[in-house]
């Protein structure tokens, strides 16, 4: 079984761009999380998807967005990007019913670097 | 207002030997708590977790003790072993809550 994928691997921009991020879930998973983790920080909680709607967003500015699609996979978008937003994305997976252990499932991430 | 919190960001341990990692949370709500193990250029995989109703959940190597007083949980692995060595993050989840809230994580070294 596939795990979760993302791309790309590394995005490299600059002050002012826009820079966008995808994500495809395990099959069978509904549920898309997208966390941030800058240098030296943990997984700081970006959004939620489900049943393509956005359900939860984390402290963030309203320049991150996303959108997830009718296949599951989703998309986050950074505008007007910051030196301060690179990091690695990480996109994680969880199927509609809570898994034995309720966990998520994640990608390898991709990193963005501002310049 | 950082919620889970793990304040140590490195330990080093002989491989053999005991590797404990420590992690607070200050949500009374959080009933449900995971440890996440993560090697380098790969995203971080589930690893163990309890659920508030335990105190204690082994699984082979690894030991997650949940102490809810002192809102204070912490992975016991035994013995260490150099494979060990990654970041390790805790987080905790409200079942039937929207997120799940990581720690900063605390990265593991086992030397040979």
């Known amino acids: 079984e596939a795990g979760v994928t993302q791309s790309p691997t590394h995005l490299i921009k600059t002050r002012g761009q826009q820079a966008t991020l995808r994500c495809s879930p395990i099959s069978g998973h509904t549920s898309v999380y997208w966390y941030q983790q800058a240098l030296g920080l943990g997984l700081q909680f970006l959004l939620w998807?489900?049943?393509?709607?956005?359900?939860n967003r984390g402290n963030f500015p309203p320049r991150f967005s996303g959108r997830q699609f009718p296949n599951y996979s989703s998309e986050l978008n950074v505008n007007a990007l910051e030196l301060e937003d690179s990091a690695l994305y990480l996109c994680?997976?969880?199927?509609?019913?809570?898994?034995?252990?309720?966990?998520?499932?994640f990608g390898p991430g991709t990193r963005l670097t501002v310049l | 207002d950082q919620q889970v919190k793990q304040n140590s960001p490195s330990l080093s341990v002989q491989e053999g030997r005991i590797s404990i990692l420590n992690c607070d949370y200050t949500?009374?709500?959080?009933?449900?708590f995971l440890w996440y193990k993560k090697y380098p250029a790969e995203g971080p995989t589930f690893l163990i977790s309890i659920s508030s109703i335990k105190d204690k959940n082994e699984d082979g190597r690894f030991t997650v003790f949940l102490n809810k007083s002192a809102k204070h949980l912490s992975l016991h692995i035994v013995p260490s072993q150099p494979g060990d060595s990654a970041v390790y993050f805790c987080?905790?989840?409200?079942?039937?809550?929207?997120?799940?809230?990581f720690g900063a994580g605390t990265r593991l070294f086992v030397k040979a």
């Open positions: 987080a905790a989840s409200k079942t039937g809550g929207f997120k799940t809230i």
């Open positions: 998807y489900d049943e393509g709607e956005e359900r």
């Open positions: 949500n009374s709500m959080f009933d449900y």
């Open positions: 994680a997976s969880s199927p509609r019913l809570a898994g034995r252990h309720n966990e998520q499932f």
